[in-house]
């Protein structure tokens, strides 16, 4: 057990950001999570599962909804809704909160509702980058026939405003809070998936939170020095500069409350394409595939070595494009489902599975 402050915050947020992959929502969202949980506490409380019985019940927080969107709200006051419909309708005492990802905004996740609850939070994401679809951050519950979820979700304001409370599968119960994040202008506030601290072990990404804080430290003491931010993930993530130039061809599309699209980095006489669903999914150079997720895969800004997101990115803009295999991060159970990789396929007519083959566990 740590006791988080401000500083270990902002290492994790800026750590997220980049595990965020293209993904994970922004870092000013994540920074103004961290003042609203601060403002309700000194500090939080990061626990491993370890330290909870193993029959102790760990419930996830996220934010669902397209990272681009504009006119979204999700407030203290949507937190509370959220974890009191989630509260009564599954009759659930929360000895842990974890979040479905990290990112620049969904590694604060649980944040504020630990400062407000004391519930600690738990280095046991859902997974330790970013993923575009609910199932992926499952933790496998979507493969197990006979469980049945129960999800709460709020967000929106005005003639936007909507909560939701859904039970059923997870495949079902994840496209109604799609549906809601849509609903409430592109975002919403979920709590979800009540499991037990045992099968949380054995599923989720145990100590991604810790990655991240690790990261986001290495980014903080090298501010002003880029070549010494990618000395250190290379050195420690086998991370690969693939390319240095400018973004053109920049084209982002809301679709069901997911962001899609692609955006390509000159260098030379090559072209780099990198195409995102939320997260950035391929990096191709010349058309040859250089990079598939859950590879991941990030954009940096060149002058300050800052992570930007799908969401952020545009044209003229001088970045750098790294990678970082799979191996170096620790994913959780959902990354290891066929099914779910058919899924993104769909969505980004683009071979995956062909690329990850030694991912899945059929």
Same mark, same amino acid.
């Given at each position: 057990?740590?006791?988080?402050?401000?500083?270990?915050?902002?290492?994790? !947020?800026?750590?997220?950001?980049?595990?965020?992959?293209? %993904?994970? %929502? #922004? !870092?000013?969202?994540?920074?103004?999570?961290?003042?609203?949980?601060?403002? *309700?506490t000194d500090a939080l409380t990061l626990m491993e599962v370890d330290e909870l019985n193993p029959e102790d019940i760990i419930v996830n927080v996220s934010m669902v909804g397209a990272p681009s969107a504009k006119d979204t709200c999700c407030t203290v006051d949507h937190w509370k809704t959220v974890l009191k419909n989630f509260e009564d309708a599954s009759g659930t005492k929360i000895a842990g909160v974890t #979040?479905?990802?990290?990112?620049? =905004?969904?590694?604060?996740?649980?944040?504020?509702?630990?400062? !407000?609850?004391?519930?600690?939070?738990?280095?046991? +994401?859902?997974?330790?980058?970013?993923? +575009?679809?609910? +199932?992926?951050?499952?933790i496998g519950l979507n493969a197990i026939p006979d469980y049945m979820t129960v999800q709460a979700a709020c967000g929106g304001k005005g003639d936007k405003y909507v909560e939701t409370i859904t039970k059923g599968t997870m495949?079902?119960?994840? *496209?109604?809070? /799609?549906?809601?994040?849509?609903?409430? %202008?592109?975002?919403?506030? =979920?709590? /979800?998936?009540?499991?037990?601290?045992?099968?949380?072990?054995? *599923?989720?990404?145990?100590?991604?939170?810790?990655?991240?804080?690790?990261?986001?430290?290495?980014?903080?003491?090298?501010?002003?020095?880029?070549?010494?931010?990618?000395?250190?993930?290379?050195e420690n993530y086998s991370a690969q500069i693939v390319c240095r130039g400018v973004t053109s061809g920049y084209n982002l599309c809301m679709d069901g409350g997911y962001d899609v699209g692609a955006v390509h980095v000159k260098e030379g006489g090559d072209d780099y394409e990198l195409t995102y669903w939320n997260e950035y999914m391929t990096l191709e150079r010349n058309g040859e595939r250089v990079g598939t997720f859950p590879d991941l895969l990030c954009t940096l800004d060149a002058k300050t070595g800052l992570a930007l997101s799908s969401a952020e990115i545009g044209d003229d803009m001088d970045v750098i494009i790294i990678k970082i295999p799979r191996d170096k991060i620790i994913l959780g159970a959902g990354m290891h489902q066929r099914e779910l990789f058919e899924e993104a396929e769909q969505v980004m007519k683009k071979e995956l599975i062909s690329y990850e083959e030694d991912l899945f566990e059929d």
């Open positions: 057990m740590i006791k988080m402050t401000k500083e270990n915050c902002l290492q994790a !947020l800026y750590g997220g950001l980049l595990l965020g992959g293209g %993904g994970g %929502g #922004s !870092l000013k969202m994540g920074l103004e999570a961290m003042e609203e949980a601060f403002r *309700h #979040s479905c990802e990290n990112g620049g =905004v969904s590694t604060s996740n649980g944040w504020v509702i630990s400062a !407000l609850t004391g519930i600690p939070v738990i280095d046991a +994401p859902s997974n330790g980058r970013a993923h +575009p679809s609910g +199932p992926m951050g499952s495949n079902a119960t994840s *496209h109604m809070i /799609r549906q809601t994040a849509v609903a409430s %202008g592109g975002l919403c506030c =979920v709590l /979800r998936n009540p499991v037990t601290a045992e099968y949380t072990k054995t *599923h989720a990404a145990l100590g991604a939170i810790s990655q991240a804080m690790d990261i986001g430290k290495a980014y903080l003491e090298n501010k002003e020095n880029v070549e010494g931010f990618l000395d250190f993930l290379k």
